[in-house]
């Protein structure tokens, strides 16, 4: 999600996941993405980043609802804040991609949700992504960009435009199928030398996604 929604979160539905043939690499490092958690996945992760880009230790979640829409819930410590956001997805059909949603909705800061537009054109290796978010009175673009060398390998740039957002460079390694890391160096758009560290921890639990293919596979089975 965006840099300046991130307080220190107790849950974060992110919007990263990617709902692709890596479908255990996830998104980028500062911005929202168009692709969507897998329905019934829920992500936890352990965010750790310079106290210039928002809260230092964040604890998130995510979680897919459906094959088309996902929410998202931050609880943040220091500054103490509830932040919601959800994204909905309009066009799946990968390569080309189309959701809509809000971010950064934060109703104990009084901070008004941040509604956002954007495209992605995802291949197997290659993954580009370009928006705009609406934040206050302005708008900001989003554009990204993501190479997957393959399934535990990606590495991934993105920007969000407005001074106090950056530009970001990073990689994603997936230790495992449900288990990844995500560390990355922020570039200020304010002052480009003035540059931050990020990493961010996730493991992915199959809530219902997993017994729901099982099924669907047991019903396929017992009617052959």
């Given at each position: 999600?965006?840099?300046?929604?991130?307080?220190?979160?107790?849950?974060?539905?992110?919007?990263?996941?990617?709902?692709?043939s890596?479908?255990?690499?996830?998104?980028?490092?500062?911005?929202?993405?168009?692709?969507?958690?897998?329905?019934?996945?829920?992500?936890?992760?352990?965010?750790?980043?310079?106290?210039?880009?928002?809260?230092?230790?964040?604890?998130?979640?995510?979680?897919?609802?459906?094959?088309?829409?996902?929410?998202?819930?931050?609880?943040?410590?220091?500054?103490?804040?509830?932040?919601?956001?959800?994204?909905?997805?309009?066009?799946?059909k990968?390569?080309?991609?189309?959701?809509?949603?809000?971010?950064?909705?934060?109703?104990?800061?009084?901070?008004?949700?941040?509604?956002?537009?954007?495209?992605?054109?995802?291949?197997?290796?290659?993954?580009?992504?370009?928006?705009?978010?609406?934040?206050?009175?302005?708008?900001?673009?989003?554009?990204g960009?993501?190479?997957?060398?393959?399934?535990?390998?990606?590495?991934?740039?993105?920007?969000?435009?407005?001074?106090?957002?950056?530009?970001?460079?990073?990689?994603?390694?997936?230790?495992?199928?449900d288990?990844?890391?995500?560390?990355?160096i922020?570039?200020?758009?304010?002052?480009?030398?003035?540059?931050?560290?990020?990493?961010?921890?996730?493991?992915?639990?199959?809530?219902?996604?997993?017994?729901?293919?099982?099924?669907?596979?047991?019903?396929?089975?017992?009617?052959?």
């Amino acid at each position: 999600m965006g840099k300046k929604a991130r307080g220190l979160v107790l849950f974060v539905f992110t919007f990263s996941a990617v709902h692709s043939s890596f479908a255990t690499t996830k998104g980028l490092s500062q911005i929202v993405t168009p692709d969507l958690q897998p329905e019934g996945d829920l992500s936890l992760s352990l965010q750790v980043e310079d106290k210039l880009i928002g809260n230092p230790y964040q604890l998130q979640s995510e979680l897919g609802l459906t094959s088309w829409a996902e929410v998202a819930a931050f609880k943040g410590f220091k500054p103490n804040e509830l932040i919601f956001a959800t994204e909905i997805g309009l066009l799946r059909k990968e390569p080309y991609l189309l959701s809509v949603g809000f971010a950064n909705w934060s109703p104990h800061s009084h901070v008004d949700p941040q509604p956002y537009l954007e495209a992605g054109y995802y291949t197997t290796h290659q993954k580009f992504i370009v928006g705009a978010i609406h934040v206050g009175y302005r708008n900001e673009a989003i554009l990204g960009y993501a190479y997957d060398f393959n399934k535990t390998w990606r590495v991934q740039v993105d920007f969000q435009s407005g001074k106090e957002n950056s530009s970001t460079l990073g990689f994603t390694c997936n230790v495992t199928r449900d288990f990844q890391f995500n560390p990355a160096i922020y570039f200020s758009n304010d002052d480009p030398g003035r540059v931050f560290g990020y990493i961010v921890f996730t493991y992915t639990f199959h809530l219902w996604s997993e017994k729901k293919k099982e099924e669907e596979g047991a019903v396929a089975g017992s009617a052959k």
